[in-house]
């Protein structure tokens, strides 16, 4: 019975940390994109991610040719462009479709405008 017990615990324990694994490592999640434009009317498109090692983060690319690429981390991923939680929430809901006249001014401070 203690045995049974014991192996028991030792499955779910190692269920567990595949489990914590898999969230943690496998697949970027796609939280959404939008299409912005900066104050000299360029696009930018805008993909919204969050992983488990890199925290939340934004993907920037001049749109539509992707000769420019940005990223930007609200969790101090890397040598990421530094945004706040507040900044990256924007494109979140953003890209949700809801308009935020913050948006623009986030966008042009990351561009370099």
Partial sequence: MILDLYRLGKEIVQDASKLFDNTRHSGKHYLGETVLC???NREWKIKVR????????LKIYSYPDYKQKLRASADK???YLQITSDEWEVFYRTAGGVKDSRAKAILDKLVGI
């Fill in 38 to 40: 900066d104050s000299y």
């Fill in 50 to 57: 969050r992983t488990g090692n890199r925290g939340r983060y």
């Fill in 77 to 79: 991923y890397k040598s």
